[in-house]
């Protein structure tokens, strides 16, 4: 398994920006399908996205999609999730996930990824 550490959450206004980071470290990035999951308090985890091994292939929440996007830096061991348009439903906790595989899928439920960090809290304010 490797290690993941969430940052870059914080307070924001509705309708602000938000960008998030995963530094993933003890592995070759390039191996792991990568994900970003939410969880808000007395709700189950939720996905939010995702991207492939090869950054190719993304996949995105209904509720996030053309607000949101992912990317990834292999070289730097990173991902990233840009939050633009932020709504209050968008409060949570926000993790990254990582998915040690061979293919290039995105899975938006939780059980395929091995890895997961602490996670990073998110409020969007009115």
């Known amino acids: 398994q490797v290690q993941l550490v969430e940052s870059g959450g914080g307070l924001v206004a509705a309708g602000g920006s938000l960008r998030l980071s995963c530094v993933v470290s003890?592995?070759?990035?390039?191996?792991?399908?990568l994900g970003w999951f939410r969880q808000a308090p007395g709700k189950e985890r939720e996905f939010v996205g995702g991207?492939?091994?090869?950054?190719?292939?993304?996949q995105y929440a209904d509720t996030v999609k053309g607000r949101f996007a992912i990317s990834r830096d292999n070289a730097k061991n990173t991902m990233y999730l840009q939050m633009n348009n932020l709504e209050t439903e968008d409060t949570a906790v926000y993790y990254c996930?990582?998915?040690?595989?061979?293919?290039?899928?995105?899975?938006?439920?939780?059980?395929?990824?091995?890895?997961w960090g602490q996670g990073t809290q998110v409020t969007v304010s009115t």
């Open positions: 991207i492939s091994r090869s950054g190719s292939s993304t």
């Open positions: 996930a990582a998915d040690d595989a061979f293919y290039e899928i995105v899975f938006s439920t939780t059980s395929p990824y091995d890895s």
């Open positions: 003890g592995g070759i990035l390039r191996r792991y399908n």
